[in-house]
């Protein structure tokens, strides 16, 4: 019976391990940071508002997961859950975007055209444009897994 040998670990350059490292210490200090303020400002109040809480959790769980046993699986499910961060960027934007449409045109059932989208992207509640943040942490995941090291092992 023959065994084959594990996978040799490819090396990078320390430069680019570097950045690889700063990289993904920005990500977890921007995704906690976010969570934070989500929790602080009560983004909790159903099943959607619930999603950018539940994959920064998931992100931070498979991190560590990947920190004990870096392998090609912790990283393909890191960039799975990066491409759920950019799809629930997209699903945010557009419920704040029609949270805002519809309290303006409660306010205001006039409005149409570009004077609504103009009314309905300004103001704070609810940051018209604050989901695109999972889009920003899922581009920076993804970069911080382009070409790692635990996905170019080459069998001897």
């Known amino acids: 019976m023959s065994t084959t040998p594990p996978p040799r670990a490819v090396s990078e350059p ?5 950045i690889r490292r700063f990289i993904v210490l920005i990500f977890i200090l921007g995704t ?3 969570a934070g303020e989500l929790l602080l400002v009560g983004h909790t109040e ?3 508002q619930w999603i950018p809480l539940a994959l920064v959790a998931v992100s931070l769980a498979v991190l560590v997961w990947h920190g004990l046993a870096p392998s090609p699986a912790t990283v393909r499910v890191f960039q799975v ?7 629930s960027s997209a699903i945010g934007l557009f419920l704040h975007y029609d949270g805002k449409v ?3 045109l409660e306010s205001n059932p006039s409005l149409a055209g570009w004077a ?3 009314e309905a992207m300004v103001g ?3 940051p018209a444009l604050a989901p695109a943040a999972m ?7 993804l970069a911080y897994a382009w070409r790692h090291p635990a996905l170019l092992a080459r069998k001897k």
């Not at 859950?81 to 799809?87: D, G, K, R, S």
């Open 124 to 126: 704070a509640v609810p």
């Open 81 to 87: 859950t990066m491409v759920l961060f950019i799809l």
């Open 116 to 118: 609504l989208f103009k």
């Open 14 to 18: 320390s430069a680019l391990t570097v």
């Open 102 to 104: 519809e309290f303006r």
């Open 32 to 34: 906690i940071g976010t």
């Open 135 to 141: 889009a920003h942490f899922g581009l920076l995941g």
């Open 46 to 48: 159903g099943f959607w």
